[in-house]
């Protein structure tokens, strides 16, 4: 399935009617919406966590949160940050509880798993480690940008942070990954 960003305007339109359909109480809106997205929610909340279990929790406490903030989503195009930023909340309250006490930052510093339908693959393989190897902030900033392609804004959104930090976080992110694939890693 293409990304949300990639979507030629049909599908868009599709996912559109599907949002507000489903605002406005439509189950089968609602399934049909879900499948379109768990897959993207599971591998954002996965980024965060690397806890399969986990991410899968956090999605669907997450999903329980977006179908009932649905009929107070004013723009059904504004669905992805939107869904985005939910799941990113329950990740950060499931480390939170399963921390107690350490940063939000320490808890995240673990490499993630990738889950098995994103293994890197061939010439990919050392941008996948390298991109594994970046801070959580950074590395979520980047997969949120560059593989599910959302706009900075709506990574501002997703992850609850200012544009200036999104540009910021992609700014270093992207300089650390030049440096790790050209062997100047200091």
């Not at 350490?102 to 098995?116: D, F, I, K, S, V």
Request: aromatic share 4%; hydrophobic share 50%; net charge positive.
């Amino acid at each position: 399935m293409a990304t949300y960003a990639t979507m030629n305007p049909q599908d868009r339109l599709i996912e559109a009617c599907l949002v507000a359909d489903a605002r406005c109480g439509d189950r089968r809106a609602l399934a049909l919406l879900a499948a379109r997205w768990q897959r993207r929610l599971l591998a954002h909340a996965m980024r965060l966590l690397g806890d399969g279990e986990a991410a899968r929790d956090a999605v669907q406490a997450g999903w329980i949160d977006i179908v009932r903030g649905l009929p107070r989503l004013d723009d059904a195009h504004a669905f992805p940050a939107w869904a985005y930023r939910i799941v990113t909340r329950r990740c950060a309250g499931s480390i939170r509880h399963n921390q107690r006490g350490r940063a939000l930052a320490a808890a995240l510093a673990a490499e993630p798993q990738l889950p098995p339908d994103a293994a890197p693959a061939g010439d990919h393989a050392g941008l996948h480690a390298a991109i594994r190897s970046l801070p959580p902030e950074q590395r979520a900033a980047i997969a949120l940008h560059h593989f599910d392609q959302l706009s900075v804004a709506e990574v501002a959104v997703a992850l609850a942070v200012p544009v200036g930090t999104v540009k910021t976080r992609l700014f270093h992110a992207r300089r650390k990954l030049r440096a790790i694939l050209e062997g100047d890693d200091t």
